[in-house]
Every structure is written in structure tokens, then in C-alpha cells.
């Protein structure tokens, strides 16, 4: 019963990721089902017991990037790991097709006719919990709102990583990242924090390792 299981909870995962690197090359519309099929090596009736439909599995996809992620840090410390962790999150997308088709499909999800919007408020959580570690330190301006910063940050990494992609291929999203903070420190850090925080990918990618 145990390797029964083992063997659903794997093919559900190959599944994940083969939608993912379709969904990834086509977006939803142009990623079939048959596609999907022949990238996972296995049967549409596989794929229709783990997902009931093409939506269901892109659903599926959104939610499971951040699942995927392993660098994701679990002991809040502040802003300058909060900082970090956007410049990770920006090298994921450049290498990671799973977190890239989860972030695809999260933006275009209109076209699967879905609307969810939880995997947004996890990373608002995320980044919140970091902000209110920051707050703790002494790092954030009076007036500074976490809950508030935490979700136009969310949106600010969403639009310039579209943007990005469009004119790059996410090559330049790390300098993006770091002009989106560079506007947006002022709002709420204090100038003491603010001079001593750093906006580098490289320091982001040896913390991580």
C-alpha cells in the first residue's frame, strides 16, 4: 500500500512538472492536454485521475511553485533578508521552469477562467513576516504599514518580472529588483538601515547556497 502511494504521489509530481514546462512554453491556451500527456510520458487517463480538468491542473501548477522552492528562508531576520529573498525569487525565475509556469499561469490566469488569488496572499504573508521581524529590529519608519508594503511589493515584483520577461527574457530582472527597491526603501526604511542594506543578486545567491 505504502509503494502504491509512493508511486501516485511521484506521478502527480511528474505530472506537475511536465504541465509546468508546457504551460511554461505556451501558456494555457496553447498547452493541450495531449502535449502534457506525451511530455509526462504517461496516459490522459493518469493525468484526468489526478486533475479533473486542464483548469484544475493549472490551478494545480500555481499553487505548487512555492512548494517547490527549497530556498525559501524559515526564520524571519528583517529587511536585508527580505531584500535577499527577492533576488532569489528573481534567479528562480530564470532557471526554474516549475516556479516560472506557476508564476506564468498566476498572471494569465484569466485565460483558464480561474481566479485565484491565495498564492498572491501566501507571498504577502511571506514578505510580512519579514517586515514585522524588520519592525522588531527597529528597521521600518513609524508610519511605515507591513501588510500594506508587503502587498505593493508583491505587485511591484509581479509587474517588473512581466516586464521583464517581455523585454529580456528575465535577463535583466536582478537590476529591475533593485531599482523597484531602490524606490521603494525610502517609504520605509529608516535612513540609518536604508545606508547600510545591500542590493545585490550575487550576495542573495551565497546566502542561499
Known amino acids: 500500500m505504502a509503494g502504491r502511494q509512493q508511486r501516485a504521489v511521484r506521478t502527480r509530481e511528474l505530472i506537475l512538472e511536465a504541465a509546468a514546462e508546457v504551460f511554461d512554453e505556451s501558456g494555457f491556451a496553447g498547452g493541450s492536454i495531449m502535449r502534457i500527456t506525451e511530455r509526462a510520458a504517461t496516459t490522459q487517463g493518469a493525468i484526468y485521475f489526478h ?3 486542464k483548469e484544475g491542473l493549472a490551478r494545480a ?3 505548487y511553485q512555492a512548494a517547490h522552492l527549497k530556498g525559501i528562508p524559515q526564520k524571519p531576520s528583517g529587511l536585508q533578508q527580505l531584500i535577499d529573498l527577492t533576488f532569489y525569487l528573481a534567479r528562480e525565475l530564470q532557471r526554474d521552469v516549475v516556479f516560472r509556469a506557476g508564476v ?3 498572471v494569465e490566469q484569466g485565460e483558464a477562467g480561474l481566479s485565484e488569488y491565495s498564492i498572491y496572499q501566501e507571498w504577502i504573508e511571506c514578505f510580512r513576516v519579514e517586515l514585522a521581524a524588520a519592525r522588531t529590529a527597529g528597521e521600518l519608519l513609524p508610519e511605515a504599514e507591513e501588510g500594506v508594503f508587503a502587498a505593493v511589493l508583491v ?7 512581466v516586464m521583464s520577461q517581455i523585454a529580456s527574457g528575465r535577463v535583466d530582472l536582478p537590476e529591475r529588483i533593485a531599482n523597484l527597491w531602490r524606490c521603494l526603501l525610502p517609504g520605509i526604511a529608516t535612513p540609518e538601515v536604508r545606508d547600510g542594506l545591500v ?3 550575487e550576495r542573495s545567491r551565497e546566502r542561499s547556497c
Open 199 to 201: 542590493l545585490d543578486a
Open 51 to 53: 486533475f479533473k480538468s
Open 104 to 106: 506564468r499561469l498566476a
Open 61 to 63: 501548477v500555481i499553487m
Open 155 to 161: 505587485a511591484g515584483f509581479t509587474g517588473s518580472q
